[in-house]
T-cell receptor
Framework: DSGVTQTPKHLITATGQRVTLRCSPR?????VYWYQQSLDQGLQFLIQ???????AKGNILERFSAQQFPDLHSELNLSSLELGDSALYFC??????????????FGPGTRLTVT | LAKTTQPISMDSYEGQEVNITCSHN???????ITWYQQFPSQGPRFIIQ???TKVTNEVASLFIPADRKSSTLSLPRVSLSDTAVYYC??????????FGTGTRLLVSP
């Protein structure tokens, strides 16, 4: 158990809909990272927050947005969903900003299926 | 931003030593090298990190030559439970994070 929690575990929705994925980082961690992993693909970095502020942006679509709240939990919002958005979405946290230096602790993921 | 190249897949047998190499020709001075392990439908898990020479922990060793343009993750005496995807990550912590496609290791009895 990494200490990072993600809800929901599974999500099935229709094209055009909007969903929100939630992540609670490990106690004491200030950074949160979001990744997308499509079937048999590598991890695609989406976005990183540190103590409520956006720190780095990866290949995140304009239809996707995220935020980190004062209690440090984070939400990833996906709108106008398309079939190609079906994937595993992982959240990770680290003690400080810098995911290539500080150990990232990954949550169990949210499996999103768009039908 | 350092780009990494790893073999797509490797096969091994139980009890053997496995070495997975990652190439990162444009590694920067401040970059660290980190390896993660991922089992199907689970989040990746940190294995080991290094900057230069050799680092060893209870599960693996990481060898980094003097020019740092590559690194080798060494798993001693693998077991079936080591079947997973292994990712090499290179960066200084202030860049976009690129995990690459990883190396799929299959350990057979």
């Amino acid at each position: 158990d990494s200490g990072v929690t993600q809800t929901p575990k599974h999500l099935i929705t229709a094209t055009g809909q909007r969903v929100t994925l939630r992540c609670s980082p490990r106690s004491g961690d200030l950074s949160v990272y979001w990744y997308q992993q499509s079937l048999d693909q590598g991890l695609q970095f989406l976005i990183q927050y540190y103590n409520g502020e956006e720190r780095a942006k990866g290949n995140i679509l304009e239809r996707f947005s995220a935020q980190q709240f004062p209690d440090l939990h984070s939400e990833l919002n996906l709108s106008s969903l398309e079939l190609g958005d079906s994937a595993l979405y992982f959240c990770a946290s680290s003690v400080a900003s810098g995911g290539a230096f500080y150990e990232q602790y990954f949550g169990p993921g949210t499996r999103l299926t768009v039908t | 931003l350092a780009k990494t190249t790893q073999p797509i897949s490797m096969d091994s047998y139980e009890g053997q030593e496995v070495n997975i190499t990652c190439s990162h020709n444009n590694i920067a001075t401040n970059d660290y090298i980190t390896w993660y392990q991922q089992f199907p439908s689970q989040g990746p898990r940190f294995i080991i990190q290094g900057y230069k020479t050799k680092v060893t922990n209870e599960v693996a060793s990481l060898f980094i030559p003097a020019d740092r343009k590559s690194s080798t993750l060494s798993l001693p005496r693998v077991s079936l439970s080591d079947t997973a995807v292994y990712y090499c990550l290179v960066g200084d912590g202030f860049q976009k994070l690129v995990f690459g496609t990883g190396t799929r290791l299959l350990v057979s009895p």
